[in-house]
């Protein structure tokens, strides 16, 4: 699915297996048959089973999250395999926020599959998203097994739960924006912030955090990571709207239908008249989608956005320079940059 470079390719076929290891193995993903329906849904969404319930080879995501936490260790003269309890616990938490996002946005595709929401309802849906969350809490637990000394242990348990209160915040705020007649662009760099560069920015902390470098460093990682999560988001949006469907795995406009006020979508309101009118409407046309596509295409709301997104990719490697990561960790750190700052968008 990723482009990879060279070095980051033979990291990621080091590091994957055992970070998908440990997450099986807190989710009870090691057996034949799940042992309930709700083990089942996880697992289906990890990309483990498919909707019959057999063991199937992904679409599972990216796991970008796990990777840099882990790279961002190595380049910094730690063990990656101290981190891998961290990596899991973030990955199960990002795939947790997937499960809930997928019904507060009303997705029905999601890595070009049914969601959960759309084959087992919204209430089971919700429990299997709680579920994850909780297991996601219970891989952080396994850092002071794994030889973390106890406070670097309970100080990264205590950011991965700040981090989920700025993730809520962050999914709140997408939700309200949709009904909300005006928003800026630094609320929505807020709320982009919260609710996808936090967890960017836990994997560069924790990583760093987990091989005990210096404070400063630890903040040019969090920083580092944070700004690719925001230039991510950003052509996350961009494709959100112009994106082929096969391409990304989701259904394409579905932001526009439920009015997400996404970065394109604000220059554009703040640019055109006829946009503002449309998003003034209570009721969407059945033109809507098409008809706001044309509007945004015409004042140049894509090429707005990606200029935006390049202002954070700079910021990005910048940060990445400073914390200067060694060895071949360091050059597999610039090429996951690369991969995910290059995303057409
Ligand atoms: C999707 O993230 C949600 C956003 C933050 C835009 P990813 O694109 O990393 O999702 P997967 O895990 O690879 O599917
Ligand atoms: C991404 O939300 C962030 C979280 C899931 C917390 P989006 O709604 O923007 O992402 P996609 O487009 O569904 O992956
Ligand atoms: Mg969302
Ligand atoms: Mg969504």
Redesign the pocket.
């Known amino acids: 699915m990723l482009d990879v470079g060279q070095t980051l390719k033979r990291y990621m076929d080091k590091v994957i297996g055992p970070v998908e290891d440990e997450m099986r193995l807190v989710l009870g993903g090691t057996t034949e048959r799940p042992r309930n329906l709700l083990e089942g849904m996880i697992h289906y969404h990890m990309g483990w089973r498919n909707a019959e319930m057999s063991q199937v080879t992904g679409p599972g995501g990216k796991r970008i999250r796990p990777v840099l936490c882990m790279l961002v260790t190595a380049g910094s003269g730690g063990d990656w395999e101290d981190a891998i309890p961290a990596a899991a616990a973030i990955e199960l938490l990002h795939n947790f926020?997937?499960i809930h996002?997928?019904i507060q946005?009303a997705?029905p595709t999601?890595r070009g599959r049914p969601t959960l929401w759309k084959l087992w309802g919204v209430p089971h849906a919700i429990n299997a998203g709680d579920c994850l969350f909780a297991l996601a809490h219970g891989a952080m637990y396994r850092l002071s097994a794994r030889g973390v000394d106890a406070q670097r242990a309970l100080r990264a348990a205590r950011r991965f739960d700040e981090t989920c209160v700025d993730?809520t915040h962050?999914?709140f705020n997408?939700m309200d924006f949709e009904v909300r007649a005006e928003v800026s662009v630094s609320e929505y760099l807020a709320m982009i912030d919260g609710?996808?560069a936090a967890l960017l920015a836990l994997c560069g902390e924790l990583g760093a955090l987990i091989a005990g470098v210096e404070e400063g460093t630890v903040l040019h990682y969090a920083n580092f990571a944070r700004d690719l999560g925001l230039a991510f988001?950003v052509k996350?949006?961009i494709l959100?709207i112009w994106g082929k469907e096969d391409e990304i795995g989701?259904s394409a406009a579905t932001d526009i239908a439920t009015r997400k006020k996404t970065l394109p979508v604000l220059y554009g309101l703040s640019e055109s008249t006829r946009l503002q009118e449309l998003y003034r409407l209570r009721e969407n046309g059945s033109d809507f989608v098409e008809e706001v596509i044309a509007e945004l295409d015409a004042v140049g709301a894509r090429s707005f956005a990606r200029r935006q997104a390049e202002r954070y990719s700079h910021s990005a490697l910048e940060h990445l320079e400073a914390a200067n990561p060694t060895g071949e960790a360091g050059i597999a750190l610039l090429e996951l940059s690369n991969l995910l700052l290059n995303r057409q968008a």
Do not use: F, I, V
């Open positions: 926020s997937l996002d997928d946005d997705s999601r993730l962050g999914q997408d609710k996808t988001q996350d949006d959100g989701k």
